[in-house]
Nanobody, 127 residues
Framework: QLQLVESGGGLVQPGGSLRLSCVAS????????VGWFRQAPGKERAFVAA????????KYADSVRGRFTISRTGAKNTVFLQMNNLKVEDTAVYYC????????????????????WGQGTQVTVSS
């Protein structure tokens, strides 16, 4: 069974940066798109970014475009989310997700229909 483990969350001041990592174990990420969702207190899970299996196609939520960058290693079993110029409203639990759906469709997808989820990592942006 494929498992996803996130790391890299923490507390950062507004304007700061964090790099989240997602490592797959128990199975390959072959032919799966991988992405990130986040959930702030009292809110629904929201799409952040996704990347295709080959790493050539990416998609971002409007709220993070230009500040966040998603990438995956050559071996494709690790995915990163580089977050720059963080804002207080970026505070949330960030989840790594993998699914066979094309990355370009993740922005409109029902998150609960996506197959594999990590346990999440907390990101807090506060002064």
């Amino acid at each position: 069974q494929l498992q996803l483990v996130e790391s890299g969350g923490g507390l950062v001041q507004p304007g700061g940066s964090l790099r989240l990592s997602c490592v797959a174990s128990g199975g390959p990420l072959d032919y799966l798109a991988v992405g990130w969702f986040r959930q702030a207190p009292g809110k629904e899970r929201a799409f952040v970014a996704a990347i295709s299996w080959g790493g050539t196609v990416t998609k971002y939520a409007d709220s993070v475009r230009g500040r966040f960058t998603i990438s995956r290693t050559g071996a494709k079993n690790t995915v990163f989310l580089q977050m720059n110029n963080l804002k207080v409203e970026d505070t949330a639990v960030y989840y790594c997700v993998a699914d066979g759906r094309a990355a370009t469709g993740w922005g409109s997808a029902n998150p609960y229909e996506l197959k594999y989820w990590g346990q999440g990592t907390q990101v807090t942006v506060s002064s």
